[in-house]
């Protein structure tokens, strides 16, 4: 009579242990940031190659675009100008999302699947911050500083600076040298970019865009994941089990 709920305190146990030696968990865990890691890079790869500079292509109309944009910042262009800091960033949530699954259970499918969302989000952007680097240049016009990210074409003669799209060099404007800071960095590919917009009948926002900001599969990963991470702190807050347990 017994034996039943002997059956059932044993699988809750197993349930707890460590996920670190469990391999469904990893079949969960490393498949989403792969599939995710490598949908991020394959379409900024297939936008920036097919769609031309300053081109708004639709996919759904009259909720998602696609638009190429380089970001010299953070997630949704933010904190710009900070590469290194990103960088150093990227591998500490790259640390700390092992930290986790180290010391998440078995049970919890749905933080796995967050943490491959994670992932994968911090290692497409990073992968752009080290490989993809482009012309930051700053324009100072007018007591104004305009900045554009593409890429500086050679000059022979030294008296303008052409700056063109990046890549290809595509529709490129003329200024003076001295009027141009130019830097060479990372940058992050992005071309997803929401184009719904406030009713006009909305007070104070109408005709505005709900989404202004351009962004990426990694960073749609990121926010996703961290977003999963917060149900799942919410609604289980029980302390995570030593990988050591796994072994027990």
Not at 46 to 71: C, M, Q, W, Y
Not at 73 to 95: C, D, M, Q, R
Not at 97 to 119: D, K
Request: hydrophobic share 50%.
């Amino acid at each position: 009579m017994d034996a039943p709920a002997v059956n059932v305190l044993t699988h809750r146990q197993a349930d707890d242990r460590s996920a670190l030696g469990h391999l469904p968990s990893h079949l969960i865990f490393w498949p989403v940031a792969m599939a995710v890691l490598g949908l991020d890079l394959w379409s900024k790869s297939a936008v920036f190659s097919h769609i031309e500079p300053d081109k708004t292509v639709s996919i759904v109309p009259g909720i998602l675009d696609f638009r190429r944009s380089l970001n010299d910042g953070a997630v949704f262009g933010s904190f710009t100008g900070y590469v290194g800091v990103f960088v150093f960033a990227s591998l500490i949530a790259l640390g700390f999302v092992f930290y986790l699954f180290a010391h998440s259970r078995r049970r919890h499918h749905g933080l796995h699947i967050a943490l491959g969302l994670v992932l994968a989000g911090a290692l497409g952007n990073l992968y752009d911050r080290a490989f993809i680097v482009a012309d930051v240049v700053d324009v100072r016009v007018n007591g104004e500083t305009e900045r554009i990210i593409g890429k500086v074409l050679p000059e022979t003669d030294g008296k303008y600076v052409k700056i063109g799209a990046w890549p290809e060099g595509a529709k490129p404007r003329t200024f003076t040298p001295d009027v141009v800071t130019i830097r060479h960095q990372g940058v992050v590919r992005d071309f997803l970019k929401f184009s719904f917009r406030f009713p006009s009948w909305s007070p104070m926002f109408a005709g505005y865009d709900v989404w202004p900001w351009i962004f990426n599969v990694a960073d749609a990963a990121l926010v996703c994941g961290v977003g999963i991470l917060l149900l799942h702190t919410w609604f289980d807050r029980r302390e995570p089990v030593s990988p050591t347990t796994a072994a027990e």
